[in-house]
Nanobody, 127 residues
Framework: QVKLVESGGGLVQDGGSLRLSCAASGGSFSTYGLGWFRQAPGKEREFVAAIAWTGGSTYYTDFVKGRFTISRVNAKNTVYLQMNSVKPEDTAVYFC????????????????????WGVGTQVTVSS
């Protein structure tokens, strides 16, 4: 069983930056593909970014490409989401998730593929 705990959310101004962290415990961290999803009020949870279990490939949804960067440090059992040039429409609860031995966009972008989820961290971008 993998437990995921997000941190780093908060209030940030339009155009600012924020770094989210997700610390994992339990399981073999290096064997898990890791993703970030977000859910705004009244909307479905949507894919934001993911990194393969091999660590060599990253994937992003179009609306964050060039602004957000996902990375992982296996020695710290932690995955990060660096958010730059944030916009009010980035306001949402951000969740990290883990799925074992998952790679490729088709797998990593699919919410239903993920076995483990954190409880989320709120990000609010003020205009």
């Amino acid at each position: 069983q993998v437990k995921l705990v997000e941190s780093g959310g908060g209030l940030v101004q339009d155009g600012g930056s924020l770094r989210l962290s997700c610390a994992a415990s339990g399981g073999s961290f290096s064997t898990y593909g890791l993703g970030w999803f977000r859910q705004a009020p009244g909307k479905e949870r949507e894919f934001v970014a993911a990194i393969a279990w091999t660590g060599g490939s990253t994937y992003y949804t179009d609306f964050v490409k060039g602004r957000f960067t996902i990375s992982r440090v296996n020695a710290k059992n932690t995955v990060y989401l660096q958010m730059n040039s944030v916009k009010p429409e980035d306001t949402a609860v951000y969740f990290c998730a883990a799925v074992q031995y998952c790679s490729g966009y088709a797998c990593l972008s699919a919410r239903d593929q993920y076995s483990f989820w954190g409880v989320g961290t709120q990000v609010t971008v003020s205009s």
